[in-house]
């Protein structure tokens, strides 16, 4: 039984950090490039970044790229978002997925963790 499960989101100021990690199991894990994506209230889920499979390529949307940085550990089966001058815009659900193409389409996703909220506050 595949599980992706997402951890390190909670409530923090305006400027802060937080990490996000992202654990999968009962997947070969570096089979699969992996991605965060996120989900505000009221909108529509979004891509925020993608890694390839060996962690060399990565890919940030063009407006979070000087905040936000993903990497992975494939011998810990984890992947990571590290945030950093968070935004109260910022403030959303942040799903970590597993693919098998380079992309942020939501249909693209094969496998969804269950979510992980971040909320900045002002």
């Known amino acids: 039984q595949v599980q992706v499960v997402e951890s390190g989101g909670g409530l923090i100021q305006a400027g802060g950090s937080l990490r996000l990690s992202c654990t999968a199991s009962g997947v070969t894990f570096d089979d699969y490039i992996m991605g965060w994506f996120r989900q505000a209230p009221g909108k529509e889920r979004e891509g925020v970044s993608l890694?390839?499979?060996?962690?060399?390529?990565?890919h940030v949307v063009d407006s979070l790229k000087t905040r936000f940085t993903i990497s992975r550990d494939n011998a810990k089966n984890t992947l990571y978002l590290q945030m950093n001058n968070l935004k109260p815009e910022d403030t959303a659900m942040y799903y970590c997925a597993a693919t098998t193409e380079w992309s942020l389409e939501i249909k693209a996703v094969k496998y969804w963790g269950q979510g992980t909220q971040v909320t900045v506050s002002s």
């Open positions: 890694i390839t499979r060996d962690g060399h390529g990565r």
